[in-house]
């Protein structure tokens, strides 16, 4: 009896004891699953993990063939979209060395226009093969070196008939022969336009990058350094006669020549450095300098104080050459002005309708 009743209280302590250790696994269970649910609140909502896309980027393959021949040349393969026509030039020199970027001409079809460099390989594509046309341009020379070959020669040939070295006029009149005041200011005059040119090309044109064939190079160089021997010749001449109407002729040819030099030039830093101001941001405009208030008249101002600068330059010698320069000269600038008020017009509508193109109100 006595046992059973030992039993049965040691039956009834284990479960006691049993209980007590359930309440408390609650108890833990619960305190862990309030801190966990904390530590969900406090880092907020789950973000689910990015997606990564595996982007295919399209290759284009170039079959350049002979624009004459239509025989295959090469092939550029692995060509990205925003490849340019100057990428695959350089490609294609790397494949055949002996034609450099400069001299390779590429065109989408045979006596179309050549592609600029700056079109890219997708804008012309219209599958993943793009067939091109090449054509040799032969030898080629920067516009830099041939602004500055143009320009060197009439300052050095001037001078040296200036000078009046030997084998170029008679050496006995040469030396009898008194130069008048308006030789020694017409050379003054020549040197500062040609000097003012080079400057110009150096330090404030922004000539481009590109190349012009070797042939334009000998053209331009042939018509300005041939108009400057002619030029140079008369004015140098020991039997040169000075204008007709004296020192006043002189003085203000010289003033209004000094004038349109400088109109010239500031009228070109201003197109070197135009203003960035909205819709304006290409269109040349005026600013505080009176120099380039020339800008609301005519929308080529530079044309403008060149053509003013010769013709000053022609009444002040009063010779032929120059005139037969001057009027040159006069023909071809208005045609570049026209061509420039031109795409002006397309760009600029409203600003540009009014102006005429080079010479106020006329031209």
């Known amino acids: 009896m006595f046992k059973r009743r030992k039993s049965l209280a040691s039956e009834r302590k284990r479960e006691i004891f049993s209980r007590g250790v359930t309440r408390s696994m609650l108890k833990n269970d619960l305190r862990n699953f309030h801190c966990l649910s904390q530590l969900v609140l406090s880092a907020g ?3 689910s993990a990015p997606v990564v896309k595996h982007s295919k980027t399209a290759h284009f393959e170039i079959e350049i063939l002979d624009a004459q021949t239509r025989k295959q040349i090469c092939i550029v393969d692995k060509v990205v979209q925003t490849s340019t026509i100057h990428d695959v030039k350089q490609k294609f020199h790397k494949a055949c060395p002996k034609w450099y970027p400069s001299r390779i001409g590429l065109q989408l079809e045979r006596g179309g226009p050549f592609l600029k460099d700056y079109i890219t390989i997708q804008s012309i594509a219209t599958s993943s093969i793009v067939t091109l046309y090449f054509t040799d341009l032969g030898q080629q020379v920067s516009w830099t070196t041939v602004f500055l070959a143009e320009y060197t020669g009439p300052l050095i040939i001037y001078l040296l008939f200036y000078l009046r070295i030997p084998y170029i006029y008679d050496m006995k009149e040469s030396s009898r022969r008194f130069c008048h005041p308006v030789v020694h200011l017409a050379c003054f005059c020549h040197c500062i336009h040609y000097i003012r040119y080079l400057l110009e090309t150096l330090f404030v044109h922004k000539v481009s990058a590109g190349h012009t064939p070797l042939k334009n190079l000998i053209k331009g160089c042939a018509f300005y350094w041939g108009f400057t021997s002619w030029i140079a010749y008369y004015i140098n001449h020991p039997q040169y006669t000075p204008p007709s109407f004296g020192n006043r002729q002189v003085t203000v040819s010289a003033i209004i020549f000094l004038i349109c030099e400088a109109g010239n030039h500031f009228i070109n830093v201003t197109l070197a450095h135009p203003n960035h101001t ?44 120059v005139g037969i320069f001057t009027l040159l000269m006069s023909i071809q600038m208005s045609l570049w002005a026209q061509k420039k008020h031109k795409i002006y017009l397309k760009k600029f509508n409203s600003y540009v309708h009014r102006k005429s193109a080079m010479i106020p109100f006329i031209l």
Do not use: D, H, R
Not at 293 to 317: A, D, H, K, Q, R
């Open 45 to 47: 909502p789950l973000k």
């Open 278 to 321: 909205g819709i304006n941001a290409c269109f040349p405009s005026p600013n505080y300098n009176p120099f380039t208030w020339m800008f609301f008249l005519v929308s080529c101002p530079n044309y403008t104080y060149e053509i003013g600068s010769w013709i000053s330059f022609t009444v002040m010698t009063q010779t032929l050459p």
